[in-house]
Nanobody
Framework: QVQLVESGGGLVQAGGSLRLSCAASGRTFRNSAMGWFRQAPGKEREFVAA????????LQSDSVKGRFTISRDNAKNTVYLQTNSLKPEDTAVYYC???????????????????WGQGTQVTVSS
């Protein structure tokens, strides 16, 4: 089992940056692909970025490509989302999730992820 705790959210002006962290407990973190999703008010949750278990493969959504970077430190059981050039439309609750099946691959589908954190709020002011 994997427990996930996100941190690093907050209020930032447009153009600013935040680094989100997701700390994992449990021995399966190193054998899990990890993903970040977000949900804005009144909208469905959407895929943001994912990374495979070794960190050698990443995927980002078109809306954040070139601005957000996902990375992981398996020694610290932590996955990160570096968010740069933030826009008001990036305002959302950001969730990390763990995918234990086929961890060498990544997925944009929520149903492929087994464990979820409680989320961290990111608010970008214009």
């Amino acid at each position: 089992q994997v427990q996930l705790v996100e941190s690093g959210g907050g209020l930032v002006q447009a153009g600013g940056s935040l680094r989100l962290s997701c700390a994992a407990s449990g021995r399966t973190f190193r054998n899990s692909a990890m993903g970040w999703f977000r949900q804005a008010p009144g909208k469905e949750r959407e895929f943001v970025a994912a990374i495979n278990y070794g960190g050698g493969y990443t995927l980002q959504s078109d809306s954040v490509k070139g601005r957000f970077t996902i990375s992981r430190d398996n020694a610290k059981n932590t996955v990160y989302l570096q968010t740069n050039s933030l826009k008001p439309e990036d305002t959302a609750v950001y969730y990390c999730a763990a995918k234990t099946d086929a961890p060498w691959s990544v997925s944009i589908r929520e149903d492929d992820y087994d464990y979820w954190g409680q989320g961290t709020q990111v608010t970008v002011s214009s």
